[in-house]
Every structure is written in C-alpha cells, then in structure tokens.
C-alpha cells in the first residue's frame, strides 16, 4: 500500500492481525497506525476503504490497537478507547470468557446473549477512556461488542478474569455501522474445535468463534 503495488479499493475486507505484527515492542501497533496516519497517500486510501459501504474491517489484539489508532478515518468510531498497558505490568497469555453483547457488528450477528472461551495474549489490552464519564456513555452504547465475565457469568473488571484491567469488561468495540470490529481477544485461535482446550462432546470440526468468519463471508457475498 505505501509503494502503491497494492490498493484497498481491490478488497472487500481488511484484518489487522495480532502477534506482534509490526514489531515485538510495546506501543507497536501505535506505530502501525502512524504509518499510515503519516503518508498521505497510504491515508487517503485507507479513509475511502473505512467508508466505502461494502466493506469490513477486523482487528484483533494488536491489529484493535493499530485500527483504534485509525479512529478519525472511521465513520462512527469517534468514542473509541485506546488500548494501552495491562494493570498487571505483564505480558499476559490465557483462556478467558466473553460475552458478546447486542451491536451492529456485521462480524458477530446471530452471536449476541452467547459467552464463549476465547484465548488472549497481549500486554497492553487495557481499554482507555478520556475519563470516567465517557467510559460509562460508551459502555451504555450500542458500539460494545464484547466484555469479560468471570466464572459466575457476570462482567467483570477482577484479574485475571478480566487480564487487562479494562473498565466495565470492555474487550470489544464496533463502529457505529457495525463495519469496523476490534477486539483484544483471539477469535481466530480457537475458531476450530480442536484448537480448543475443552469443548463440548457434540461439537464436530467447528468451534463457537467460526461463525464470526462466516459471517464475514455472508457479508461479502
């Protein structure tokens, strides 16, 4: 994209991925952002792709925080937190609970209610607000895509539960037109069942997390 080999308006969807994409230093995805944020060309492309109507964009882990870093080419993300440290200073890798929550996210329709296992692995996945007043408009918004829940189902803020810290749970946002989905957490490595630490005995090739990609693709179809 920055040499112009490769333009957006070719693709329909747009991933950021996790594992330290763009560089096993903290604040990667910061610099990831700023990348394009900095090279008009790169920018300009990237602006007509968030507002282009048929398409999608996921970002996951550092990928939400590079595209959260995005948020001024986004319609509707103005609100958006930052992603920065965890509380616990600490890298930190586990099998946690979700609950994905009623949004316009054209990845996790159909998904709404369910609380599922999902595996994270990030040390700066702490959700950040301007102030506490605005963490709490977002989080009675519909743009809340996911939050973490403890053993009891309830959303919570408790390490390790919660690994990051993040206020009222919050581990995934969506743009207002449900376009654009970012979340701390790695649906894609446990989207299989066998990639799974326990599953139930009735599932067969799939686990819980592959209907976010179907529903991508129903999207682009």
Aim: negative net charge.
């Amino acid at each position: 994209i920055l040499t112009g080999r490769v333009a957006l308006d070719q693709f329909k969807g747009l991933v950021a991925c996790g594992g330290f994409s763009y560089g096993d230093v903290l604040g990667a995805g910061e610099g990831w952002a700023k990348t394009i944020l900095f090279n008009d060309a790169a920018r300009d492309s990237f602006q007509r792709f968030f507002h282009r109507p048929d398409s999608f964009t996921l970002g996951v882990c550092n990928g939400c925080q590079m595209v959260s870093n995005l948020k001024s080419l986004i319609p509707g993300a103005d609100h958006w937190p930052r992603f920065v440290r965890n509380h616990s200073e600490q890298f930190e890798a586990r099998f946690s609970l979700v609950r994905i929550e009623e949004s316009p996210s054209v990845l996790l329709q159909g998904m709404a209610g369910s609380h599922m296992p999902i595996a994270v692995a990030h040390g700066e996945g702490r959700a950040e607000f301007t102030s506490a007043t605005d963490a709490q408009a977002f989080s009675a918004s519909s743009e809340v895509a996911m939050r973490y829940l403890d053993n009891h189902l309830n959303v919570t803020e408790t390490y390790p539960a919660n690994p990051n810290g993040s206020p009222m749970g919050i581990t995934g946002v969506t743009s207002a037109d449900g376009r654009v989905t970012i979340m701390m957490p790695h649906p894609e490595r446990v989207c299989r069942a066998v990639t799974n630490s326990w599953h139930p005995e009735d599932w067969q090739e799939d686990g819980a997390w592959m209907r976010l990609f179907r529903n991508a693709r129903r999207f682009v179809d």
